[in-house]
């Protein structure tokens, strides 16, 4: 699977983070491996299930091979899983590991090469007399390339980054006046600063992948498909296996197509093929590769009834097909597994707010339990739990199975009742809605389903907001009880007349040296702790009359950094504020004071994990005001970014 022979591994690195390295994580110590895990500040909850624990200098580690290179030589490490996002397509990472003598669980560089490049995918699929949308087949790194192409095929097109990945770098162009600005950010966006454009099926058309295991050598098995065709910017929120296709028969070629292209390769490890397929005239197109383990593989392993990621872990230690467990079920693509599974992503996003990110420290979760529900997660009681800008909004993965699509869906329904996250923004009301909708019942949305129903799905999501907590019982008796500090929810544990004693001593003290000191809330005025709250209080020292202060409390950590932001903020009843709509980092400011700017024109790009969203003026005018935030400072939904006024109100002052 690498230039390294296939062995035992003795110890694994779990190069990743969240709920995915949990997951690796558990199934390697399973099979007796000894397991590292990597960290950095406020972002631990996934190494409770490792051997041993490595810090990472900065976030940005994660793509440092050089920095990874230390870490396995320093440890003897002699085996590093990815996971998927990261270095997880890497052709690069694969050699250099290599050359360390260092298996990398994966395809392995060369598959990589030709796979994780979507240009080199679409050339294998020609190959294969796989279907393919007409396409700009040289990769640009210029807006006018673009515009030919469109004007040659005709709108819509899909620009797409050669080397993106996670909806990052593809944006879908329906008129030519957008397309300077889409093609620039797609540019912008990818690693290579390289594109390439085709043909775009959307209306009618759902997303099906193949989830494809091969040992190398040219045998090849499929674990049928998924349907992921409900998407937000191109990232999945809902998967389902298999798909809601009536008719077997048009599922069958694309199976077949993505076993045909694997053979051609001799794939190795786990790879996912993408198409985009019309379940009425049976039409489908080949779309791209992600060599590496998907989000979604949960779903196949639940419809299977096996650990797809153990079977990975064996397959490169030397276990054929059949040892690592694969040559269970039939390959006959016209008979899936019996049953059914769907895969709901959790993330801290609000879809009020265009998905914008929501940063902050949570506060308290519930996840469900009961036959059929899994929950894949990195957050654990008692340990901290920071949301910043950093890395991925996927909090949890919660995957539903049962023997039948009714008893899914309801079995989805009581799950997503049973879920509760505080101290963030998520979108849980909004797949309530989705999981509540008729279209979904009778599984017919398209990949444009999301985007066409928004409104109707977000009003949805509100009335059933509305409802409250379904559950019945002791909820409403204790729910002024804290029943952990660990998991409750702290705002609420802060009211007026809120009094403590406090005993302070020195460190090393006698006890009986102890002061004790008494405060009492006398005013709460705001309470958003534990990023920010102001009260008026009392405060009584030992042997004193009571003192009246006035309290104010940011937090200083670097995961309340951006949610407590000190730069000035916008007023919405001002037509002159341009006013950051989501959180994160600030990436370049884009208008100095005295400019002139007419209608969208970007203020400011902001980057939110992977996707870099442009701030437009929402008026022509001239600015006479920009933000003082610095470049890669985190940064705040409401924070004002710059004041446009009319160029005619200029020339009267």
Not at 222 to 245: D, G
Not at 395 to 420: F, P, Y
Request: aromatic content about 4%; some cysteine.
């Amino acid at each position: 699977m690498t230039s390294v022979s296939r062995r035992p591994i003795q110890r694994l690195l779990v190069a990743n983070r969240g709920e995915i390295a949990t997951r690796i994580l558990s199934s390697a110590r399973e099979l007796g491996i000894e397991t590292f895990a990597v960290y950095t500040e406020n972002d631990i909850g996934h190494t409770y299930n490792a051997g041993q624990v490595i810090k990472l200098r900065s976030p940005a580690s994660y793509l440092d091979v050089d920095e990874l290179l230390e870490i396995v030589k320093q440890h003897g490490i002699d085996a590093v899983h990815p996971g998927y996002g990261f270095l997880s397509e890497s052709a690069e990472l694969a050699r250099r590991m290599a050359e360390a003598n260092v298996m990398v669980v994966g395809p392995g560089s060369n598959n990589l090469q030709r796979t994780g490049d979507k240009l080199e995918a679409r050339l294998l699929a020609v190959e294969c007399d796989v279907p393919v949308l007409p396409a700009l087949t040289q990769p640009t790194g210029r807006v006018d390339a673009v515009r030919l192409f469109a004007e040659k095929t005709g709108l819509p097109v899909m620009v797409k980054a050669v080397d993106g990945g996670g909806g990052r770098g593809i944006r879908l162009i329906r008129n030519v006046e957008e397309l300077p600005s889409l093609v620039s950010r797609a540019i912008e966006e990818s690693p290579s600063r390289c594109v390439f454009a085709e043909k775009a099926a959307v209306d009618g058309f759902r997303h099906v992948e193949v989830q494809i295991v091969g040992d190398g050598t040219g045998d090849i098995v499929h674990l049928w498909e998924r349907e992921c065709s409900i998407q937000r910017r191109y990232q999945k929120i809902v998967e389902l296996a298999p798909s809601t296709a009536s008719n077997r028969s048009v599922v069958k070629p694309v199976i077949e197509a993505a076993v045909r292209m694997a053979k051609k390769i001799k794939y190795a490890s786990l790879g996912t093929f993408e198409f985009l397929l019309n379940m009425d005239s049976g039409d489908f197109y080949f779309l791209e590769i992600n060599p590496r383990l998907q989000v979604e593989h949960t779903i196949t392993e639940s419809l299977c009834g096996f650990d797809i990621v153990k079977a990975q872990l064996r397959l490169v230690q030397g276990s054929s097909l059949e040892e690592g467990g694969l040559m269970r079920h039939g390959q006959d693509p016209s008979n899936p597994p019996s049953g059914h599974s769907i895969q709901l992503r959790i993330t801290a996003e609000d879809p009020e707010k265009n998905y914008s990110l929501s940063v902050g420290k949570i506060q308290s979760f519930r996840f469900p339990s009961g036959n059929g529900v899994r929950v894949d997660t990195a957050l654990l009681n008692g340990a901290p739990a920071i949301i910043g800008s950093d890395f991925d909004s996927v909090l949890a993965k919660l995957i539903v199975t049962a023997a039948s699509w009714e008893d899914v869906v309801s079995k989805a329904r009581r799950a997503l009742e049973d879920t509760s996250i505080d101290g963030v923004s998520t979108n849980v009301s909004l797949l309530r809605a989705i999981i509540d909708h008729p279209d979904f019942h009778a599984g017919t949305c398209d990949t444009r389903w999301l985007e066409s129903r928004h409104e109707e799905l977000l009003q949805r999501s509100r009335q059933l907001a509305k409802r409250g907590d379904p559950l019945h019982g002791l909820v409403a008796a204790t729910a002024g009880i804290s029943i952990s500090t660990a998991t409750s929810d702290s705002s609420t544990m802060l009211r007026k007349d809120d009094a403590w004693s406090i005993e302070l001593s020195q460190q090393g003290a006698e006890r009986s040296k102890q002061r004790s000191h008494h405060l009492q809330l006398t005013r709460v005025i705001r309470n958003d702790f534990p990023n920010t709250f102001a009260a008026d209080i009392l405060f009584t020292k030992p042997g004193e009359q009571p003192t009246a202060y006035r309290m104010d409390m940011k937090s200083t950590s670097t995961s309340a950094s951006a949610a407590s932001s000190q730069h000035r903020q916008g007023s919405k009843a001002d037509s002159s504020h341009v006013i950051l709509p989501v959180s994160g980092k600030l990436v370049e400011i884009l208008v100095d004071i005295g400019d002139v700017v007419k209608k969208d024109d970007p203020i400011c790009v902001v980057k939110q994990m992977k996707m870099e969203l442009e701030i437009r003026s929402h008026k022509a005018g001239q600015i006479t005001w920009v933000t003082e935030a610095e470049d890669e400072e985190d940064v705040a939904e409401g924070m004002l970014a710059a004041i446009v006024e009319d160029e005619r109100a200029q020339a009267k002052l």
